[in-house]
C-alpha cells in the first residue's frame, strides 16, 4: 500500500524537484526530464535554442503539465524540464518533436521507491528506445561538469551508460598523457572503484572530478 504522501505543488520549485525525485510527493507518479535544445546533441545558436525552450514550456502549459525549469551540464550548459505526471508516450513524442538524443523517464512505483529509465536513439531518424535504468540519484557538493541542478541542489542520474560514454570520452584524452599522469590515473581509478560502504555517491563523484583534473591538466601541459 502506498503511503499517504503529504506535498502540494504550491511548494517552492527545489523542495518539489527533490521530492518528486525521492519519489515522496504525493501528486507526483511518473515524471519526464528532457531538453529542447540542440537536436541530436549538436550545438546551435543561442537565439534558436531560446525558441526551442519557449515554444517547448508554452506547449506543457498548454497541456496543463506541471513542469518545473531546471539547470544542468553535460559538457555544456543545458536547460531541461521536469515534466511531472507525463506519461512516457507523450514524453517520447516531445522527444521526438525536438529532436532529441535523449530523455529521461521517471516512475513513483511507492513510497521512497523510484525507477529511472533511460531512452536514446542512435540518429535522427530512428525511434527512441530504452537504453538503462537505475533505481536512485546521486547529490553532489560542488561538482564542475555531468550534473543537474535546482537553485544550489545538484545531483546525477548514475546511469551505468553514462559511465560508458565518459570512458570512451577519457580514451580520447588519455593517449597523449606522459607516464606520470597515466600512473596517477589508474591510482585514482583504483580508488574509484573501491566498494567500501562507508563512502558515499558524493566521495566516488569527487574522485571522478579529480580523474577529470589530472587528464585536463596532462592536455594543457602537453598544449605547452
Not at 23 to 45: D, L, Q, R, W
Not at 62 to 79: A, D, H, L, T
Not at 153 to 164: H, L, S
Not at 195 to 214: A, C, P, Q, V, W
Amino acid at each position: 500500500m502506498m503511503k499517504r504522501y503529504q506535498k502540494k505543488f504550491n511548494e517552492k520549485s527545489p523542495k518539489i524537484v527533490k521530492d518528486v525525485l525521492y519519489g515522496i510527493h504525493k501528486y507526483a507518479k511518473t515524471f519526464g526530464i528532457m531538453i529542447a535544445e540542440n537536436p541530436m546533441g549538436e550545438k546551435i545558436a543561442s537565439s534558436k535554442n531560446k525558441e526551442h525552450n519557449k515554444e517547448f514550456h508554452s506547449l506543457l502549459s498548454r497541456g496543463r503539465y506541471q513542469f518545473v525549469k531546471i539547470k544542468g551540464s553535460y559538457g555544456n550548459m543545458e536547460n531541461p524540464a521536469l515534466i511531472i505526471n507525463i506519461p512516457l508516450k507523450e514524453l517520447k513524442y516531445y522527444g521526438d518533436q525536438y529532436v532529441q538524443e535523449s530523455v529521461i523517464f521517471g516512475k513513483i512505483n511507492d513510497y521512497r521507491d523510484v525507477s529511472f529509465k533511460y531512452w536514446d536513439r542512435n540518429n535522427a531518424t530512428s525511434p527512441l528506445k530504452k537504453k538503462d535504468s537505475i533505481n536512485h540519484i546521486d547529490v553532489l557538493k560542488d561538482p564542475k561538469d555531468f550534473y543537474s541542478a535546482i537553485k544550489n541542489w545538484k545531483f546525477n542520474i548514475p546511469f551505468p551508460v553514462f559511465e560508458q560514454a565518459l570512458i570512451y570520452w577519457y580514451q580520447n584524452k588519455i593517449e597523449h598523457l606522459s607516464e606520470n599522469s597515466k600512473q596517477e590515473l589508474i591510482e585514482c581509478v583504483d580508488k574509484i572503484v573501491e566498494s567500501d560502504e562507508k563512502y558515499t555517491g558524493t566521495h566516488f563523484f569527487k574522485l571522478r572530478g579529480h580523474f577529470n583534473y589530472i587528464i585536463n591538466k596532462g592536455n594543457k601541459n602537453e598544449k605547452v
